[in-house]
């Protein structure tokens, strides 16, 4: 699109249950309510409490940056999570976070994306059918499981050819209970 001026404004605000459990620890957060967290993901002074994803300001981006809040920050966040409670409960230790970036994906419109993989070389940086295509595969693949593969494409494929629109906003009360501080040892 020929233009002089290109601005984006988006934002991530975290889950509001984010705030519940700061609060409840005394943990800091930035200005959109995400936790900041240590190298092994967990709350400072509080390890067992692990932060994830864009509930988190975690240490270990590209850089010295925080880890991006998209899809592969929290992936492979997950993953380490998953790694780190395994090496915990056999004794092990596990070196801090390092979140590696595997390049990024978007779609910009009907038919048409943009790509940014480094891995891939060249052919990592496409814009068009091409980047739509790739991006389509790569949410696809990162699903759990066929029925889930299956059950996202058909919907995606309905509202494709219908000019649908899918879900995009969940709104209602939280349902997370209040957390109860116990009372402190006699």
Not at 130 to 145: D, K, M, P, R, S
Not at 148 to 174: D, E, K, M, Q
Request: proline share 8%; hydrophobic share 45%; net charge positive.
């Amino acid at each position: 699109i020929a233009t002089r001026t290109v601005l984006w404004a988006a934002g991530v605000q975290a889950a509001s249950f984010a705030g519940v459990v700061a609060k409840a620890v005394g943990a800091d957060t930035d200005k959109a309510g995400r936790i900041h967290v240590g190298r092994d993901l967990a709350i400072p002074g509080h390890p067992e409490i692990l932060v994830l994803g864009d509930a988190a300001i975690a240490p270990g981006g590209p850089k010295g940056a925080p880890v991006p809040g998209v899809a592969q920050g929290g992936i492979q966040t997950g993953h380490y999570a998953a790694q780190l409670l395994q090496a915990r409960l056999s004794g092990e230790k596990l070196p801090p976070f390092h979140y590696q970036n595997r390049g990024d994906v978007a779609v910009i419109g009907r038919l048409s994306g943009v790509t940014n993989i480094p891995w891939l070389g060249r052919f990592g940086r496409q814009s068009g059918f091409l980047a739509w295509g790739l991006w389509l595969g790569i949410h696809i693949a990162y699903l759990i499981g066929f029925s889930n593969r299956i059950i996202v494409l058909t919907r995606w494929a309905w509202s494709f050819f219908t000019h649908g629109r899918g879900s995009r906003l969940i709104t209602g009360s939280p349902l997370t209970p209040e957390i109860e501080k116990p009372e402190p040892p006699a």
